[in-house]
């Protein structure tokens, strides 16, 4: 099993511009999130999705949308860039039933100038 | 905010013991994660509280008390590889799926 994989692991955008980071995992896991962290901020929750079909927004959700057409896969796109957004995004997948922990794809670290 | 409390920074020793403090709203409370997270890397899923006292995992433990929202992370014999960022996140609320994680505390292990 590949486990959470995560693309890319580096971006770079201008201002403005939009792109999709690409979350996807194997492990049949009904639970997605995206976790975006910052220096001091620890871990912030983005958008989060409890089955295919189903997502709802997390406590910074601004300036980014999410999808779940299938159980697998979990893209976050940027709308039209900011330097705020200029982050290190995480993955994270589980099983539906309480207590299990969240596993963590590598991360992407974005940059926007 | 989820009104979670870690301490910013902690330093030790190797071999010594340290422990970790969260606080953390006590409504809708169903559970506690802990994290470990190496600079660099992704976290990793140290252990899940449910119930009141302490849970042993090798040279990890982890204490809740559901009543004062209030949970430790203790570590023993202390390595250089522990050196690394610790997350508490409280499982509350009806709504599956959705985590919330504290700023972590930074823990450097000196020789």
């Known amino acids: 099993n590949a486990g959470v994989t995560q693309t890319p692991k580096f971006q770079v955008l201008k201002t403005g511009q939009s792109m999709t980071l690409q979350c996807a995992q194997d492990?049949?896991?009904?639970?997605m999130s995206w976790y975006r962290q910052d220096p001091g901020m620890g871990l912030r929750l983005i958008h989060y999705?409890?089955?295919?079909?189903?997502?709802d927004q997390g406590e910074v959700p601004n300036g980014y949308n999410v999808s779940r057409s299938t159980t697998e896969d979990f893209p976050l796109r940027l709308l039209s860039a900011a330097p705020s957004q200029t982050s290190v995004y995480f993955c994270?997948?589980?099983?539906?039933?309480?207590?299990?922990?969240?596993?963590f794809g590598s991360g992407t670290r974005l940059t926007v100038v | 905010g989820q009104n979670i409390d870690q301490p910013t920074e902690m330093t030790a020793t190797e071999g010594a013991i340290v422990q970790i403090n969260c606080t953390y709203q006590?409504?809708?409370?169903?559970?506690l994660f802990w994290y470990q997270q190496h600079a660099g890397e992704a976290p990793t899923f140290l252990s899940y509280?449910?119930?009141?006292g302490l849970e042993e995992k090798g040279r990890f433990s982890s204490f809740l008390s559901r009543s004062k929202g209030y949970s430790y992370l203790l570590l023993k014999e202390l390595q250089m590889k522990d050196s690394a960022s610790y997350l508490c996140?409280?499982?509350?609320?009806?709504?599956?799926?959705?985590?919330?994680f504290g700023r972590g505390t930074q823990l450097t292990v000196w020789p």
């Open positions: 994270a997948s589980s099983y539906s039933t309480r207590g299990h922990g969240y596993t």
């Open positions: 492990m049949n896991h009904e639970y």
């Open positions: 999705s409890v089955g295919a079909g189903i997502t």
């Open positions: 006590t409504s809708g409370f169903n559970g």
């Open positions: 509280n449910v119930l009141d």
């Open positions: 996140a409280p499982d509350r609320g009806s709504t599956l799926g959705r985590l919330y």
